[in-house]
């Protein structure tokens, strides 16, 4: 019997048809249909593909004996239950940074609609406001301007590439220095976080969400600010303190903030954040564009045969790299 695949696509219905499109010969793939379809495919499945949506414990990697490997079509996977993974011998994968160029687009776009007040260029156009029928807030270029990026990976690096070709300076900050040569390369320099919130004009996060960057952009770090500095979040939300944030851009301590993350998701409807006019807030959707499906997918799948071929899978989280070393 062919090995079987599960593959759990997103809620968008073209995405399950790509999937059967796209899936290897010589597997028994199936994309299923909600969660009772796919517990009652895991005894027989060696391999699920899906996002980290679908919940993950002990009873979950109990239920599938044969799993070989738990694949993400998603960048992040704090969702997912690593020590559970740890403790059933399963590897999980990312994307492989198949998103890794929407996520940097959408970083920039923020960038842009903060900097040059475009919600409130629209709602004025909208409402016969012709440019706001008064004084104009203050609006900035990017141009010249000082980025400081926290995590410098996949994403990291082509928001590094972008922001360099609209004249931005670029600074980064990671747990992990880059090699001098390397940074040459991209035109970054490597500053202390401290330092780096204190220099830049926009912050920009590109990391996991783990015990140690959990609020690591809180009050005080915030206090470390430029008044005029923009943060923008495109990683995970509870990376920022959002109450701290919320306070701050209250208060205009800072310009403002772009967000595709929050707390909680989706955010309640009374967050105090809808209320602010120096927002840019958009659904968790930097990752999902069309033109990154086929990558995601061609690089699970092509993940999955490299583990049934007998290699080592690519892209393992760092926290269970140790189960396929």
Not at 103 to 113: P, Q, R
Request: glycine share 8%; proline share 7%.
């Amino acid at each position: 019997m062919p090995p079987r695949i599960i593959v759990v696509p997103p809620s968008f219905a073209e995405i399950g048809e790509l999937a059967r499109q796209m899936a290897p010969t010589g597997f028994d793939t199936l994309v299923a249909n909600g969660r009772a379809e796919v517990e009652a495919a895991l005894p027989a499945a060696e391999y699920v593909v899906c996002y980290p949506s679908l919940r993950t414990d002990d009873a979950f990697f109990a239920a599938a004996p044969k799993l070989k490997l738990f694949q993400l079509l998603s960048a992040g996977y704090d969702d997912v239950d690593i020590e559970a993974a740890r403790r059933a011998g399963v590897p999980v994968s990312n994307n492989g940074g198949a998103n890794a160029i929407s996520v940097a687009e959408h970083a920039i776009m923020l960038m842009l609609g903060v900097s040059r007040r475009v919600i409130w260029q629209h709602n004025n156009v909208t409402a016969g406001r012709w440019r706001g029928n008064g004084p104009a807030p203050r609006m900035y270029e990017i141009f010249d301007k000082t980025l400081g990026i926290v995590g410098l990976g996949t994403i990291g690096k082509k928001v590094t590439r972008l922001a360099r070709a609209f004249g931005m300076r670029v600074q980064y900050y990671d747990i992990v220095r880059l090699p001098e040569h390397e940074e040459d390369a991209l035109g970054v320099r490597f500053r202390l976080f401290g330092e780096l919130l204190r220099t830049s004009d926009i912050v920009s996060l590109h990391v996991p969400l783990n015990e140690t960057t959990r609020h690591m952009i809180g009050a005080a770090e915030l206090a470390m600010l430029k008044p005029e500095a923009i943060v923008v979040n495109t990683s995970r939300g509870p990376v920022i303190d959002e109450t701290a944030l919320t306070r701050a851009l209250a208060d205009r301590k800072l310009f403002g903030a772009g967000l595709d993350v929050f707390d909680r998701e989706p955010p309640p409807p009374d967050n105090p954040l809808f209320k602010l006019d120096n927002v840019l807030l958009t659904s968790h959707f930097a990752g999902p564009a069309w033109d990154n499906q086929v990558a995601r997918l061609r690089n699970a799948y092509d993940n999955v045969q490299r583990v049934h071929r007998g290699e080592k899978p690519l892209w393992v989280v760092p926290e269970l790299a140790e189960l396929v070393e």
